[in-house]
C-alpha cells in the first residue's frame, strides 16, 4: 500500500510531507470537510489493522470507524512528531485492544506452546520449494482464503505486528512505536509471523501454479 | 564464523528487510547458495510479504468505504 504522501528520515520514520501538514493545519482551522482526503488513503490498511486484532468483521468496522472519528475529533491534539498514517494506527491499535478487552475476549490469549515462546527459537516445519507466485493467484478466492486462514491463526501479537509491517508497511521503529513495544520485540515477533505464515502456506502453494510456469532453477523470484 | 541453519532461521526476516550488516548478508548468501532447505525458508518467507503487501490479498467488507463516509459526513456537518 503506498504512503506516498510522505518522508522518511533517517530513523526510519514517516514524517508528513508538506502537503500533509498543510492539509492538517487547514482542517485544524475549520475546514473539516478536507478530512476526508486525508484518511482516504488509509482506510483499507485501517480497517485491516483493526481486524487483525479484533477477528471479526463487524468489531473490525465498528473499530475502525471509531478510530478514524477519534482523529478527527482529536485532529489538534496531532504534533506531526510521527506520522499521520502512524498516529491514527496508534489510535486504531488502542481502540481495538480496549474493545477486546471491554468484551472480555481473548484477554488472555496464550502463546501456541513452546514454539511461540519469543525466548525460544522458531523452527521452520516444512521445506517445501515455494519459488513462484503466480500473477493471477490473488484473484482467487481459494489463495485468499489460505492466506487469511494463515493470518487469523496466528496469536494476536503476531497479527498485530506482520498486519502493520508487511500490510500497512509501517517501518520496524513506526510498528514499535505504533504498538508500544521495542524494536526487537517487533523484529522477533515479525520473524515468528512471516515463518509461521510459510509453514502454513507453503505446503499449499505448490498447487497455485502449473509445472510448466515454475521459475529456472537457481532464480530468485525477485532478482 | 559459519553459519548453521538454525543462525540463517533467525536472520531470514532481517535479511529480507535489509536489516543485517553487510558481513552477516555474505555469510547468509554464502550460506543460501549452498543450502537447499534454508532457501526454500527464504524464498517462501519473501512470498509471503509479496502476498501480505498485495492490496488483492485481503479486503474491506462490501460498502464500508460508504458507510465510514457516511459517519464522517454526519460528525463533521453535524457540527
Same mark, same amino acid.
Given at each position: 500500500?503506498?504512503?506516498?504522501?510522505?518522508?522518511?528520515?533517517?530513523?526510519?520514520?514517516?514524517?508528513?510531507?508538506?502537503?500533509?501538514?498543510?492539509?492538517?493545519?487547514?482542517?485544524?482551522?475549520?475546514?473539516?470537510?478536507?478530512?476526508?482526503?486525508?484518511?482516504?488513503?488509509?482506510?483499507?490498511?485501517?480497517?485491516?489493522?483493526?481486524?487483525?486484532?479484533?477477528?471479526?468483521?463487524?468489531?473490525?468496522?465498528?473499530?475502525?470507524?471509531?478510530?478514524?472519528?477519534?482523529?478527527?475529533?482529536?485532529?489538534?491534539?496531532?504534533?506531526?512528531?510521527?506520522?499521520?498514517?502512524?498516529?491514527?494506527?496508534?489510535?486504531?491499535?488502542?481502540?481495538?485492544?480496549?474493545?477486546?478487552?471491554?468484551?472480555?475476549?481473548?484477554?488472555?490469549?496464550?502463546?501456541?506452546?513452546?514454539?511461540?515462546?519469543?525466548?525460544?527459537?522458531?523452527?521452520?516445519?516444512?521445506?517445501?520449494?515455494?519459488?513462484?507466485?503466480?500473477?493471477?493467484?490473488?484473484?482467487?478466492?481459494?489463495?485468499?482464503?489460505?492466506?487469511?486462514?494463515?493470518?487469523?491463526?496466528?496469536?494476536?501479537?503476531?497479527?498485530?505486528?506482520?498486519?502493520?509491517?508487511?500490510?500497512?508497511?509501517?517501518?520496524?521503529?513506526?510498528?514499535?512505536?505504533?504498538?508500544?513495544?521495542?524494536?526487537?520485540?517487533?523484529?522477533?515477533?515479525?520473524?515468528?509471523?512471516?515463518?509461521?505464515?510459510?509453514?502454513?502456506?507453503?505446503?499449499?502453494?505448490?498447487?497455485?501454479?502449473?509445472?510448466?510456469?515454475?521459475?529456472?532453477?537457481?532464480?530468485?523470484?525477485?532478482? | 564464523?559459519?553459519?548453521? *541453519? +538454525?543462525?540463517?532461521?533467525?536472520?531470514?526476516?532481517?535479511?529480507?528487510?535489509?536489516? =543485517?550488516?553487510? &558481513?552477516?548478508? %555474505?555469510?547468509?548468501?554464502?550460506?543460501?547458495?549452498? *543450502? +537447499?532447505?534454508?532457501?526454500?525458508?527464504?524464498?517462501?518467507?519473501?512470498?509471503?510479504? =509479496?502476498?501480505? &503487501?498485495?492490496? %488483492?490479498?485481503?479486503?474491506?467488507?462490501?460498502?464500508?468505504?460508504?458507510?465510514?463516509?457516511?459517519?464522517?459526513?454526519?460528525?463533521?456537518?453535524?457540527?
Amino acid at each position: 500500500m503506498s504512503l506516498g504522501k510522505e518522508i522518511i528520515d533517517d530513523r526510519g520514520e514517516r514524517n508528513p510531507c508538506p502537503d500533509e501538514a498543510a492539509l492538517i493545519d487547514r482542517i485544524c482551522k475549520g475546514e473539516r470537510e478536507l478530512f476526508y482526503d486525508l484518511v482516504r488513503p488509509y482506510q483499507r490498511s485501517i480497517y485491516l489493522v483493526a481486524y487483525s486484532i479484533v477477528q471479526n468483521e463487524a468489531d473490525a468496522e465498528d473499530v475502525a470507524q471509531e478510530a478514524i472519528l477519534k482523529s478527527l475529533k482529536h485532529i489538534d491534539t496531532f504534533r506531526g512528531e510521527s506520522s499521520f498514517s502512524t498516529w491514527l494506527v496508534s489510535i486504531t491499535v488502542n481502540t481495538a485492544r480496549m474493545r477486546i478487552r471491554k468484551e472480555h475476549k481473548r484477554l488472555f490469549e496464550p502463546l501456541d506452546g513452546d514454539r511461540d515462546d519469543e525466548k525460544g527459537e522458531y523452527v521452520p516445519r516444512d521445506f517445501s520449494d515455494w519459488r513462484e507466485i503466480p500473477s493471477d493467484a490473488l484473484e482467487r478466492e481459494e489463495v485468499r482464503a489460505v492466506l487469511a486462514k494463515a493470518l487469523a491463526s496466528l496469536p494476536q501479537q503476531y497479527r498485530e505486528v506482520i498486519v502493520l509491517r508487511d500490510v500497512h508497511e509501517l517501518s520496524i521503529a513506526e510498528t514499535a512505536k505504533a504498538l508500544g513495544i521495542r524494536e526487537g520485540a517487533v523484529k522477533t515477533r515479525l520473524l515468528r509471523a512471516r515463518l509461521r505464515m510459510r509453514d502454513l502456506i507453503a505446503p499449499v502453494a505448490s498447487s497455485w501454479t502449473p509445472s510448466r510456469n515454475w521459475f529456472k532453477k537457481g532464480r530468485r523470484p525477485w532478482s | 564464523m559459519v553459519l548453521n *541453519c +538454525r543462525d540463517v532461521w533467525k536472520e531470514i526476516s532481517n535479511y529480507l528487510d535489509q536489516e =543485517v550488516e553487510p &558481513a552477516l548478508r %555474505r555469510e547468509l548468501e554464502a550460506h543460501f547458495a549452498q *543450502c +537447499r532447505h534454508c532457501t526454500a525458508v527464504l524464498d517462501g518467507t519473501h512470498n509471503v510479504i =509479496v502476498l501480505m &503487501a498485495d492490496e %488483492r490479498a485481503f479486503s474491506v467488507p462490501i460498502g464500508f468505504n460508504e458507510r465510514l463516509e457516511e459517519r464522517l459526513r454526519q460528525e463533521i456537518e453535524g457540527r
